[in-house]
């Protein structure tokens, strides 16, 4: 098949984004396999990967995004490109990314016009045979971690303890709020750079992963809380009783911290306020609030998006947008590894593009099939 690989870099205004859906690696893969292989310019030149190492590779150059789109029978992107490029792309045709489709209704329906098969990799079912290709996970873990490191870098004292012969300088104390994919490595994360590390969430399951990973658990661990986690494994929005008693928990606790990174979501929901302004008031001059949901409402109150806030009590609020972007040479090994792990079920045994429609991950990532919007998400 025809694969082009997508510039997103240069369709994402303001350099918001600069991971690439392939790398050299996966493209002389591809080539192996027999497919035809074009890359936009410049596409991974903000992950490291120049448009030298594509080529030696095997791949063609394409100027132009408009230019890539036009003969391939799959794109593969980072962000699903937009209407006016998947206007210019073949009949039949796919293309993959993180879509966040039910924010941007309006992609899958110029996708349907267009005759695109639209792969929204962000709606992949979490099913044991799909975890090479989560993209969610892969990212959510580099951004877990970088939320760490970057708070480190704001923060003007030290992680670990250090006993010196000027002094000792005391560990610092990190609070993780929210433990799925990218809070569990921003615990791994900050137990390495020696800090003490607490973290907390709704889903029982995770208080024996905090402990296997060194930290301390702490949660309003009531009858509500036993049964907190959906059959999905996801966590379920809350009682107004049980913010109450975790707001209070949370208050007493996050007083002490020095470090807090927030991680809670609801599935199709608002994320849930866990770190108000009266609580903010109560922490140290320094702190440091990493508010890796506030691209979802945010976890904390004052966060903005693509900010970073100081408090009038001296605590910073860090709203970045797009953390994997912030590593976008690891991020892209990964996500470029998940479309890889995701392409054989877009493949025939000879090696033609050919979406195996009655595969369960296939009908959990296509928005469009034969020219209409059909993920339920979507039309229900
Ligand atoms: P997520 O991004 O939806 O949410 C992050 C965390 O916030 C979750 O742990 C959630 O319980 C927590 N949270 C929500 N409300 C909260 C509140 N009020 N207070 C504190 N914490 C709150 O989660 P995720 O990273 O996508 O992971 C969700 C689950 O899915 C986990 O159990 C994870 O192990 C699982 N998962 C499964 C697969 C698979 O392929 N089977 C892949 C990835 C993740």
């Known amino acids: 098949m025809k694969l082009t690989v997508l510039n997103d870099v240069a369709l994402i205004k303001g350099g918001a984004e600069a991971r690439v859906a392939a790398t050299p690696d996966t493209v002389a893969g591809y080539v192996k396999a027999g497919h035809d292989v074009t890359v936009v310019k410049d596409a991974g030149a903000?992950?490291?990967?120049?448009?030298?190492?594509?080529?030696?590779?095997?791949?063609?150059?394409?100027?132009?995004?408009?230019?890539?789109?036009?003969?391939?029978?799959?794109?593969?992107?980072?962000?699903?490109?937009?209407?006016?490029?998947?206007?210019?792309?073949?009949?039949?045709?796919?293309?993959?990314?993180?879509?966040?489709?039910?924010?941007?209704?309006?992609?899958?329906?110029?996708?349907?016009?267009?005759?695109?098969?639209?792969?929204?990799?962000?709606?992949?079912?979490?099913?044991?045979?799909?975890?090479?290709?989560?993209?969610?996970?892969?990212?959510?873990?580099?951004?877990?971690?970088?939320?760490?490191?970057?708070?480190?870098?704001?923060?003007?004292?030290?992680?670990?303890?250090?006993?010196?012969?000027?002094?000792?300088?005391?560990?610092?104390?990190?609070?993780?709020?929210?433990?799925?994919?990218?809070?569990?490595?921003?615990?791994?994360?900050?137990?390495?750079?020696?800090?003490?590390?607490?973290?907390?969430?709704?889903?029982?399951?995770?208080?024996?992963?905090?402990?296997s990973l060194g930290a301390k658990f702490i949660a309003v661990e009531n009858e509500e809380f036993k049964a907190a986690e959906t059959a999905g494994g996801y966590a379920k929005q809350m009682s107004a009783e049980y913010q109450a008693l975790q707001a209070d928990l949370t208050a007493s606790h996050i007083a002490k911290q020095d470090i807090v990174i927030t991680t809670a979501l609801i599935p199709g929901r608002a994320a849930p306020i866990l770190v108000t302004k009266a609580m903010l008031d109560t922490m140290k001059p320094g702190s440091v609030l990493v508010d890796l949901a506030v691209e979802r409402g945010g976890n904390v109150e004052g966060a903005k998006p693509g900010e970073i806030v100081t408090t009038k009590n001296g605590v910073h609020i860090v709203g970045h947008l797009n953390w994997p972007s912030r590593m976008a040479s690891d991020a892209s090994n990964m996500f470029a590894r998940n479309i890889k792990n995701f392409l054989p079920l877009v493949t025939a045994d000879d090696g033609a593009y050919s979406p195996d429609w009655e595969d369960e991950i296939i009908k959990g990532c296509a928005l469009t099939k034969d020219g209409a919007v059909v993920h339920e998400r979507l039309t229900s």
Not at 138 to 163: C, D, H, K, T, W
Not at 178 to 200: E, H, K
């Open 46 to 211: 903000k992950a490291d990967f120049a448009d030298k190492l594509y080529t030696d590779a095997g791949a063609k150059i394409a100027a132009t995004n408009t230019a890539g789109v036009k003969t391939a029978d799959l794109v593969l992107s980072i962000t699903g490109g937009n209407e006016k490029l998947v206007v210019g792309m073949k009949k039949g045709a796919g293309i993959t990314g993180v879509m966040s489709a039910t924010d941007n209704p309006k992609f899958a329906e110029a996708c349907a016009k267009a005759g695109v098969t639209a792969f929204a990799l962000d709606y992949i079912p979490r099913i044991s045979r799909a975890q090479s290709m989560d993209v969610l996970s892969s990212q959510s873990n580099l951004a877990g971690y970088r939320s760490v490191v970057e708070a480190g870098g704001i923060y003007g004292r030290a992680f670990p303890m250090m006993m010196t012969a000027a002094g000792t300088i005391a560990p610092a104390k990190c609070f993780i709020m929210g433990v799925g994919v990218a809070g569990l490595q921003a615990i791994a994360t900050a137990r390495r750079l020696g800090a003490v590390t607490t973290a907390t969430d709704v889903r029982p399951a995770t208080k024996e992963q905090v402990a």
